[in-house]
């Protein structure tokens, strides 16, 4: 499943990016942390659901809903 579809509260594993995600935007999103066995969760949603800022790491990062969706997770 995308990033994009985790809920507040659920708590996800990244396995991969999808092959959309490509270039310079792959780069910034592994060199964030966002890379394979990493565990991920929502930490703050703004009013409109867009942007979100994901725990990642011990810090918070936040993505467009976009650039999430590009993110492949499993559900922990």
């Given at each position: 499943?995308?990033?994009?579809t985790l809920e507040?509260?659920?708590?996800?594993k990244?396995v991969?990016?999808?092959?959309?995600?490509?270039?310079e935007?792959?780069?910034?999103?592994?060199?964030?942390g966002?890379?394979k066995?990493?565990?991920?969760?929502i930490?703050l949603?703004?009013p409109m659901?867009?942007p979100?800022?994901y725990?990642?790491k011990?810090t918070?990062?936040?993505?467009?809903?976009?650039?999430?969706?590009k993110?492949l997770?499993n559900?922990?």
């Amino acid at each position: 499943m995308r990033l994009s579809t985790l809920e507040e509260g659920e708590v996800g594993k990244i396995v991969g990016m999808s092959k959309e995600c490509r270039g310079e935007n792959r780069r910034r999103l592994l060199d964030l942390g966002f890379v394979k066995g990493t565990e991920i969760k929502i930490d703050l949603n703004s009013p409109m659901k867009n942007p979100v800022a994901y725990a990642v790491k011990g810090t918070s990062i936040a993505l467009r809903n976009d650039q999430a969706s590009k993110i492949l997770i499993n559900k922990v």
